[in-house]
């Protein structure tokens, strides 16, 4: 059941991870970049992409909530069996995810619904790049956080990923300690009942050795 939960655990996490990863698409022409590089075309192509993402299916984003909350569950389900491994590695790892969560909840989705779910496209993929309006002040730092919020989420969630592989790594460790002490307790009965059958051996010999010398006197 332990490595169940796990392996829900981990694609959860791979799979929210994968989305943010398709975003580097629009936060690599914004993130890190210094303020002569961030032209506008660059801006442009970046919002472009939030706003398409905005203008998807629906049913999309109840598919990537089930899944948040699949992972967010089977977490917290694991955290009751109240182990000491399951604490550090499950607790570290709640943590985590919550963060991811509320960034997300709180800084990546009110930005989107408040500037990019309503923005008009300026361009087609016909239209030459001299022929592209400003890109509006107001929006070059909600683009700009964007970015941010996606890479702090990416990072989160990577960390996730380690604590589980942490925890794999330390339940796979106490197995093999746990079939080590088997073997001994294995080796020390059968030591032990090789001992009784030396001792018993001992005892016939002696008690032949008496039993000659008690015929040799009579």
């Known amino acids: 059941m332990a490595g169940l939960r796990m392996s829900v655990v981990v694609s959860a996490t ?4 994968g989305l943010l990863f398709t975003h580097w698409i629009a936060d690599s022409l914004t ?26 299916p629906p049913q999309l984003a109840y598919v990537y909530a089930a899944v948040a909350l699949l992972g967010a569950t089977t977490i917290l389900w694991s955290l009751r069996d109240g182990r ?7 607790g570290g790892s709640i943590f985590l995810y919550l963060t991811a969560l509320a960034v997300y909840l709180y800084s990546v989705l009110p930005n989107l619904l408040a500037n990019f779910s309503t923005l008009p ?30 890479l702090v989420c990416s990072v989160v969630l990577t960390g996730v990923l380690a604590l589980q592989a942490g925890r794999w790594w330390a339940e796979q460790a106490d197995v093999d300690e746990d079939d080590e002490a088997e ?18 051996e001992t005892q016939s010999e002696v008690r ?11």
């Open 31 to 56: 993130l890190w970049k210094s303020p002569e590089t961030q032209t506008d075309v660059r801006l442009w192509t970046a919002a472009t992409y939030y706003a398409v993402l905005m203008h998807g």
């Open 208 to 218: 032949r050795r008496e039993k000659a010398a008690a015929k040799a006197k009579a």
């Open 84 to 90: 000491a491994g399951n604490l550090m590695f499950d």
């Open 183 to 200: 073997d001994g307790d294995e080796t020390g009965i059968e030591t032990g009942a090789e001992t009784d059958r030396t001792a018993e």
């Open 121 to 150: 496209l300026p361009f087609t993929n016909t239209t030459p790049a001299t022929g592209l309006p400003p890109f509006p002040p107001t929006l070059r730092e909600p683009t700009l956080e964007l970015a941010s919020s996606h």
């Open 14 to 17: 791979a799979f929210l991870l």
